[in-house]
């Protein structure tokens, strides 16, 4: 096998290992590597490979998380368009991030490493986006961006709460949080 093919089963092992993580540890956080391993098709041995100890492995499920929200702010555009259409771009990509933003969110403690808290390119586009908004009286600019941001998090929290406790089809979640958050923050 070629170097390139090596890399990208390296890759692929990888991302199924980090997804398979994020499945397990959200619905148990005590979940065991065996446990992980068994999810992701691969031997415990395997996932010792790619990361030694469990805390290498936290690691790199907040870096993919990161990654997973930067790719997702790149493909809603929010600078494009008028802000409520942006907005509802940039929630619906966020909300198929349910799995790994629930750990995060639930499980603060897997990701008490540098950089965690600090703010990314992803958070800037958001609050530029709802900057945006209360500028051109889109969005009620009696309502601080700081907290438009808050109800964006906590209206997809929910959203994810109703999908997976309460029986409701993800389109239909989803739709409740949109038809919530326009309500919400519009003037």
Request: glycine share 6%.
């Amino acid at each position: 096998m070629d170097t390139e093919a090596r890399t990208g089963t390296r890759a692929r092992t990888r991302r199924a290992i980090l997804d398979a993580a994020v499945s397990v540890l959200v619905k148990n956080s005590a979940a065991s590597l065996a446990d992980i391993a068994a999810v992701a098709g691969v031997g415990r041995t395997t996932v010792h490979r790619y990361f030694p100890e469990r805390s290498d492995l936290l690691a790199a499920i907040g870096d993919h998380i990161l990654e997973q929200i930067a790719v997702a702010t790149e493909r809603a555009r929010p600078e494009e368009g008028p802000p409520p259409e942006a907005l509802d771009r940039i929630c619906q990509e966020y909300f198929e991030l349910a799995e790994g933003l629930m750990l995060a969110f639930t499980e603060p403690q897997f990701f008490d490493w540098e950089g965690w808290d600090d703010e990314s390119e992803s958070d800037r586009r958001l609050t530029r986006l709802i900057e945006r908004g209360r500028a051109d009286g889109s969005f009620d600019a009696q309502l601080s961006t700081a907290w438009i941001g808050h109800v964006i998090w906590a209206l997809l929290y929910a959203a994810w709460q109703h999908a997976s406790e309460d029986g409701v089809s993800k389109h239909a979640a989803l739709d409740v949080c949109l038809r919530t958050l326009r309500k919400t923050v519009s003037p």
